[in-house]
């Protein structure tokens, strides 16, 4: 009598050893995925980002914490099969963000800011240069609040190869 209580442990036994091997032993979590990658071979897809608010100054500057972030998200972008624009949408560089008590300028120009702008933050400044010069994403700056004033020619300067939507009356901006 014993024998037949053998055959249902073995039928229990050969079940859950056929259900844990056809288990797939991977980590489930796809770690190819990406937000700029859709699934098809087509550059259709447009990022956004605005209020990087880069400044001259890191003693003052709002984003010290997140630029490397930052340059991280830059290069996911550029290797982006899908991107094919990068719209900074306003405040790129910070003329506002700075203490009373600070000459924005030191003294200087407008060209020389931004130029310190660029040098503070060169990581940032490589990743966006790099993704110019790549010419597979263009690149789109639209002056904000923060960087209304800041002329083309400056832009330019820092970021050479650059799309610019802007008015044509300096310092007007149209939301």
């Keep these: 009598m014993k024998k037949p209580a053998r055959i249902p442990v073995l039928c229990l036994v050969i079940m859950f050893v056929a259900m844990f091997s056809s288990c797939e032993k991977s980590?489930?979590?796809?770690?190819?995925?990406?937000?700029?990658?859709?699934?098809?071979?087509?550059?259709?897809?447009?990022?956004?980002?605005?209020?990087?608010?880069?400044?001259?100054?890191?003693?003052?500057?709002?984003?010290?914490?997140n630029r490397g972030s930052l340059e991280k998200l830059l290069k996911q972008i550029k290797a982006a099969?899908?991107?094919?624009?990068?719209?900074?949408?306003?405040?790129?560089?910070?003329?506002?963000?700075v203490p009373s008590n600070v000459d924005t300028y030191q003294g200087k120009d407008q060209a020389d800011f931004v130029k310190r702008i660029a040098a503070t933050n060169k990581g940032v400044f490589d990743a966006f240069n790099s993704i110019i010069q790549d010419g597979k994403i263009q690149?789109?700056?639209?002056?904000?609040n923060h960087d209304l004033t800041i002329t083309a020619t400056n832009v330019e300067s820092i970021l050479p190869g650059i799309n610019q939507?802007?008015?044509?009356?300096?310092?007007?901006?149209?939301?």
């Design 27 to 65: 980590d489930p979590i796809d770690h190819t995925i990406s937000a700029f990658n859709n699934g098809g071979d087509k550059r259709n897809m447009i990022v956004v980002m605005s209020d990087l608010h880069l400044g001259a100054d890191l003693a003052y500057a709002e984003c010290n914490k």
């Design 81 to 97: 099969p899908n991107v094919k624009e990068l719209v900074i949408a306003g405040d790129l560089l910070d003329e506002w963000f």
């Design 139 to 144: 690149v789109t700056y639209i002056p904000g």
């Design 165 to 175: 939507a802007r008015d044509t009356e300096q310092g007007l901006g149209t939301y």
